[in-house]
């Protein structure tokens, strides 16, 4: 087990870092992702210190159903960059068991071509509970992985529920992945994720589901008519891709960069940059509002005798949140 990084570790954590070290970017990561509160002030101080120069990377954010294909494109997308010059990180979430916290963690097994690409980082997290696909600290890791030199950042959700909501304010282009000859997909996926998705691509347009592909990508683009624009400046294109064939890939690639070129020219490519820090403060006020919950015995107890009374029918479940809510605001 390496050794616990501590404040004065981080200015040689972050040199590595810089050198591109994967040894060490995984290291940082396992540090900004430790639930020990002892670690948050060096955790804090390395993502201050690494974010301190401006990002040039394009994040990129996936999500869609388990067995849509999400590793197979990211590891052709990722290879197809590579060999282009790209430097890839990806940034991959299990769901994690309810009961023990555990997860599989198998996106290096799924994507071993991209894992042993000597300008590709993969690393696997457990999403540990949280709701939106992605885990507490994923604007941290994304952070260190531009630090560490990676040109390209792409964020795969867990892909359970399709709620994957909030990796859509930690990335550039969020993309929903639907799978061809699945049945009536378009029914099975919730307005609002469609309504963030800065494309939708259809998975395995391949062989006998060459038809089929072409059927779901026109019920979908007829779909997203209906649907309010995320951004004016941009309408979401719906387009075909195997992973397996490598069709689709290169045109994929090519409409994330009209779609950064379009922004940037506008002014929005910076601005949703900005919109970002501010999503992401607003998380890290949520939680640690939840953790003094947690870390404070007095209102650990008033919010044990709230639950009580819940669930004995004496208080409403709004009328508790409010008095525990009281309780924290006149401490």
């Known amino acids: 087990m390496s050794p616990r990084v501590g404040l004065a570790d981080v ?3 972050l040199g590595e870092i810089r050198t591109g070290r994967r040894v060490a970017l995984g290291r940082a990561i396992t540090l900004v992702e430790s639930s020990r509160p002892e670690d948050r002030s060096a955790a804090e101080a390395l993502v ?34 590579c060999e282009a010059g790209h430097r890839v990180a990806v940034v991959a979430f299990d769901p994690s068991s309810v009961r023990t916290g555990g997860s599989i963690l198998g996106d290096k097994t799924r994507m071993q071509g991209l894992a042993r690409h000597p300008s590709a980082f993969i690393r696997p997290s457990p999403s540990r509970g949280m709701a939106g696909g992605v885990g507490r600290r994923t604007r941290e890791a994304i952070v260190l992985c531009e ?25 550039d282009f969020f993309m929903v992945l639907v799978m061809a000859g699945s049945g009536d997909s378009l029914q099975g996926i919730k307005r ?3 309504e963030l998705a800065d494309a939708v691509i259809v998975t395995k347009a391949d ?33 075909k891709c195997s992973a397996q064939s490598g069709a689709g890939v290169d045109a994929l690639l090519e ?19 900005r919109d970002q820090l501010v999503a992401a403060m607003w998380t890290a006020i949520e939680h640690g509002i939840k953790d003094a919950i947690a870390s404070d015995k007095e209102i650990a107890a008033k919010v044990a005798s709230s639950e009580t009374a819940v669930r004995e029918g004496k208080l409403s479940p709004e009328a508790a949140a409010r008095l525990v809510v009281q309780g924290i605001l006149v401490r």
Do not use: C
């Not at 994957?164 to 304010?169: I, S, Y």
């Not at 026109?218 to 941009?234: C, D, G, K, Y």
């Not at 409409?255 to 940037?264: D, K, P």
């Open 48 to 81: 201050a210190s690494a974010s301190s120069v401006p990002s040039q990377a394009f994040r990129l954010g996936m999500t869609g159903p388990p067995g849509v294909g999400k590793s197979t494109l990211i590891e052709m997308l990722g290879l197809t960059l």
């Open 147 to 171: 630090a560490a030199g990676y040109d390209w950042v792409i964020v795969e959700t867990v892909g359970v529920g399709q709620s994957e909501t909030l990796v859509a304010q930690l990335v």
């Open 192 to 194: 609002g994720i469609l």
């Open 255 to 273: 409409t994330m960069a009209t779609y950064r070129r379009q922004l940037e020219g506008a002014g929005v490519w910076a601005s949703q940059r």
């Open 11 to 13: 200015p040689a954590l």
């Open 207 to 239: 062989g006998t589901n060459v038809e089929r592909a072409e059927r779901t990508r026109a019920e979908h683009a007829r779909a997203l008519t209906l649907m309010p624009r995320r951004l004016p400046q941009w309408a979401p294109p719906v387009l």
